[in-house]
């Protein structure tokens, strides 16, 4: 028992670790003031200071790693977060000028008027998405999860609450037949590490943790389970200013870079999320074999998948109202 209490309080350790965050109240005190101070006439780069939205410190670690942010013309601020909700938040407040999150989290945060843009996309083999159970649990498909609860993280509407109700569609069952609770990342690692949850729908690093703490992978979002696809969002508010734009716009030039960089040199990648996140050999190669590969223009195939996932998740009444992605993306940052 001293053993399995000692793994699990390492366990909530590396959950804390990779689910470090920033409070929106001290990033608005910090950020949103600047922003204010900011001409919506500004048209020199190096005069605004770019606040990017980030979750679990993962594009903060590609760039580090990759160095492609050095030598921009303009300041850089990070704003850190372990799920998109609160990233999204931060948006809203004017607290941050971007935004990177899967398909379905944006789309909740477009249904709940974000004043936000998708300006590029990003594409995955969807396999950093997941349902995990206990290793002991009776539960050996998706279908012996009929009546029994199930965690999503990191709130309703996420990718994981897609991959539960797409996965649960294909296995004859119905959303009704779940029960479903939601719990932010750290919050929902600690209970699944401690017992305390059987099954829980995650995704990316906390997904990694899970499998290596006692976590069983029940089936994850290949083969269509989840459009593969994610976005980088730029706040309407920033688009409106000139020099914030052709920040952006540079930003984004400079993650293309750097994803091409991370698929050069993957062993080098996974030593800086080592570094970063304390996570260990294992966890920080398979973050790497499960990251996004390709930074893409947010082109109509790519509308039209993610539109798929919105009409689904509208039809089980997660997504009220289903917003139409395509009146809510602008094209002119990545061209085909």
């Not at 971007?98 to 944006?106: G, H, I, K, M, Q």
């Not at 996932?309 to 992605?325: F, R």
């Amino acid at each position: 028992m001293k053993q399995l209490n000692t793994g699990n309080r390492r366990a909530r350790v590396v959950a804390r670790a990779l689910g470090a965050t920033l409070s929106l109240t001290a990033l608005l005190a910090t950020s949103a003031c600047a922003g204010d101070s900011q001409a919506a006439s500004e048209t020199d780069p190096s005069k605004v200071t770019l606040t990017l939205g980030d979750q679990a410190r993962n594009l903060k670690t590609l760039f580090d790693a990759s160095g492609a942010l050095k030598g921009t013309p303009y300041k850089v601020k990070w704003a850190e977060f372990e799920g998109a909700a609160p990233l999204f938040q931060a948006v809203q407040a004017g607290a941050a000028d971007t935004s990177y999150a899967a398909d379905l989290p944006t789309l909740q945060a477009l249904s709940g008027r974000v004043p936000v843009k998708a300006v590029a996309a990003l594409r995955n083999d969807g396999t950093h998405t997941g349902i995990v159970v206990r290793e002991n649990s009776a539960v050996k498909s998706v279908k012996d999860l009929m009546g029994k609860k199930v965690v999503v993280s990191s709130a309703k509407g996420s990718i994981a609450e897609y991959l539960l109700a797409h996965a649960l569609r294909q296995a004859g069952l119905s959303y009704s037949d779940v029960k479903v609770q939601y719990l932010l990342p750290t919050d929902a690692q600690a209970a699944f590490t401690s017992g305390k949850v059987e099954a829980w729908a995650t995704f990316g690093v906390y997904k990694t943790v899970a499998e290596q703490h006692g976590g069983r992978l029940l089936v994850n979002g290949a083969n269509g389970r989840v459009s593969g696809y994610g976005f980088i969002g730029a706040s309407e508010k920033a688009l409106d200013v000139p020099a914030k734009k052709k920040a952006i716009t540079d930003f984004l030039r400079r993650l293309d870079k750097a994803l091409v960089w991370s698929r050069q040199h993957p062993a080098e990648y996974a030593k800086a999320i080592q570094r970063t996140n304390g996570a260990s050999a294992t966890v920080a190669k398979t973050l790497v074999d499960q990251a996004n590969s390709d930074l893409l223009p947010v082109s109509e195939p790519v509308i039209r998948s993610v539109q798929k996932v919105g009409d689904t998740m509208h039809g089980i009444g997660v997504l009220t109202p289903n917003p139409t992605l395509a009146d809510h993306v602008d094209t002119s940052l990545v061209k085909e």
